[in-house]
């Protein structure tokens, strides 16, 4: 099991960006399908943008193609997203989640998931 640490939260105007990373504990890390959900106030976890253990594929939700990208640093046991283009309606709680089951769209396809960060963009 991997403890995940989020970071990179905070409060931006619509138009910038965020860097949000997860930090990952264990020796499991390489061998995670890694993702990123979110989360806003009355509404359900949606997937953002998840990746296989390798990095070389990925996926996004529709609403996030072309701003967000998913990377992952092995080496570092590490997972970023980048936000560019920021928008309102992106407000939300983010979470991190790893996992080894091959269904990386699927929020039970995640068993590790950490605290979440706060992500608030402002009109």
């Known amino acids: 099991q991997a403890q995940l640490v989020e970071a990179g939260g905070g409060l931006v105007q619509a138009g910038g960006s965020l860097r949000l990373s997860c930090a990952a504990s264990?020796?499991?890390?390489?061998?995670?399908?890694m993702a990123w959900f979110r989360q806003a106030p009355g509404k359900g976890r949606e997937l953002v943008a998840a990746?296989?253990?390798?990095?070389?594929?990925?996926n996004y939700a529709d609403s996030v193609k072309g701003r967000f990208t998913i990377s992952r640093d092995n080496a570092k046991n590490t997972v970023y997203l980048q936000m560019n283009n920021l928008k309102p309606e992106d407000t939300a709680v983010y979470y991190c989640?790893?996992?080894?089951?091959?269904?990386?769209?699927?929020?039970?396809?995640?068993?590790?998931w950490g605290q979440g960060t706060q992500v608030t963009v402002s009109s």
């Open positions: 264990g020796r499991t890390f390489i061998r995670y399908n």
């Open positions: 990746t296989i253990w390798s990095g070389g594929i990925t």
């Open positions: 989640a790893g996992g080894a089951t091959l269904a990386i769209t699927l929020a039970s396809a995640y068993r590790d």
